[in-house]
């Protein structure tokens, strides 16, 4: 499956064809297809083996300015679409319509595909240098290779598609001792190759700092996230810049545009070439851009879909995506990474008198008004610059743009978590509170 033979069907053009003699003054056609080859481990070993494979296609068109959406999947006659979209657009009040025009690109296919053969040799050496440390430690994983096709054409003469080849893995570690359960995970997501050992040696690292339970901190101390914890400080950040938050008043950055917002230190920005979810464009088919929304802590830009953009005046960013193939484009990431600092994670302990490092949590993170409180799932005290135990029963409370004003240190260690590159760093203004033990 690749971009080749989704841009040869021609069941778009057909669907738009019939759009228009059905009375529809426009229309467009979004193609999706995936093929996923996920590799299963329970209990240290390998489990089982999948494919799946799925397609779906979006039909949105216009009449006399009403829009109708609907979709697909499988077979499904063409003009039963077209039919049923029709029908939909009654129920709705018209818009302008906004569509790209006269924009046929073609694009190299992003990744590259890896046989299950490698996946499970992966898996099982991951597990292997795990086990060979901690014997009574139980692994549980999946290692997959997913294939996403997505193709976009409408009636003003866009046509653009491109393929996706992403590998993923994630390993669970359990350590039972006696009464006391832990729980150590952790996961990559790549193009091209997987790096098991890396993977392997951070898991380790959590054991060893594991080996003691310890009392929580109280009070406010710095607090040390890790790079996989740091995603749930970014997602108020990034409902804070998004243009729709902006027009509905509910960014607290909606005057703020020059700014400073966060703590000098921070450049956050997207880039379209960058990692695993690098994107050529968004889901209206606008090419996407680089764009960096807080330079030096001064609040450059926010993002947004054709609507949005216009709405603010500020054109399109290349940012208009769809939640769901059912859904009409909203503004969304594709990527969204903070630039690193030069401190390596050993160097940040270092400078950590008495503090907690944070490393998995249980609860949802900030919302819009950066209001956050989560339960430690995995976290460790620092004392003089050293590890010296984990701790159980602790919470975390505080808001993140004050927590992102008073940043420390940001860590050289980034990497991808979900679709935020980010690496550890260190925030003051936290309460943590803990039950000792």
């Excluded at 994630?170 to 006391?180: C, F, K, L, P, Q």
């Excluded at 609040?299 to 193939?325: A, E, I, M, V, W």
Aim: aromatic letters at 8%; charged letters at 20%; one cysteine or more.
């Amino acid at each position: 499956m690749d971009s080749e033979n989704l841009s040869e069907d021609t069941l778009a053009e057909e669907l738009l064809e019939l759009a228009i003699k059905s009375g529809a003054e426009a229309a467009e056609v979004y193609q999706s297809r995936s093929l996923s080859r996920p590799v299963f481990f329970e209990a240290n070993r390998l489990k089982q083996l999948e494919t799946s494979q799925s397609e779906g296609i979006a039909l949105r068109l216009w009449r006399n300015g009403c829009p109708g959406l609907t979709v697909a999947y499988g077979s499904v006659p063409p003009l039963a679409i077209v039919e049923k979209a029709l029908a939909l657009s009654q129920l709705n009040q018209p818009e302008l319509v906004e569509l790209g025009s006269n924009f046929q690109p073609l694009y190299p296919d992003l990744g590259k595909s890896v046989p299950i053969e490698v996946l499970v040799d992966w898996g099982k050496e991951a597990i292997a240098l795990i086990r060979d440390a901690y014997p009574d430690v139980i692994c549980n994983g999946d290692w997959e290779c997913d294939i996403e096709a997505t193709r976009l054409v409408n009636t003003k003469g866009l046509d653009c598609h491109y393929s996706d080849t992403t590998l993923s893995c994630y390993i669970s570690a359990e350590w039972v001792r006696g009464d006391d359960f832990l729980n150590v995970s952790d996961g990559q997501t790549k193009r091209g190759e997987l790096h098991p050992q890396r993977l392997a040696n951070q898991i380790l690292q959590r054991l060893i700092w594991a080996k003691e339970n310890v009392s929580s901190p109280n009070g406010r101390v710095p607090v040390l996230f890790t790079s996989k914890a740091a995603d749930m400080l970014w997602g108020s950040v990034q409902a804070a810049l998004s243009g729709k938050r902006v027009l509905e008043a509910a960014s607290p950055w909606t005057e703020r545009l020059g700014s400073p917002v966060t703590a000098s230190s921070l450049t956050l920005y997207q880039d379209p070439q960058a990692g695993p979810y690098s994107c050529p464009f968004d889901d209206e088919g606008t090419p996407t851009q680089f764009l960096v929304f807080i330079e030096n802590g001064i609040l450059k830009h926010f993002y947004g879909d054709r609507t949005t953009g216009g709405q603010l005046g500020t054109h399109t960013t290349g940012n208009g995506f769809r939640p769901s193939l059912g859904s009409y484009p909203t503004p969304g990431l594709f990527n969204f990474l903070i630039q690193p600092g030069s401190a390596s994670l050993q160097e940040l302990i270092k400078q950590l008198d008495d503090g907690l490092i944070v490393d998995q949590m249980l609860g949802n993170g900030g919302t819009i008004s950066g209001d956050f409180s989560i339960n430690v799932d995995l976290g460790y005290r620092v004392q003089n610059g050293h590890v010296i135990g984990r701790v159980k029963d602790t919470m975390v409370a505080g808001n993140v743009y004050t927590a992102l004003k008073q940043l420390v240190t940001l860590g050289n260690d980034a990497d991808w978590n979900g679709s935020c590159y980010t690496p550890s760093l260190i925030v003051e203004g936290l309460s943590t509170t803990g039950r000792n033990n």
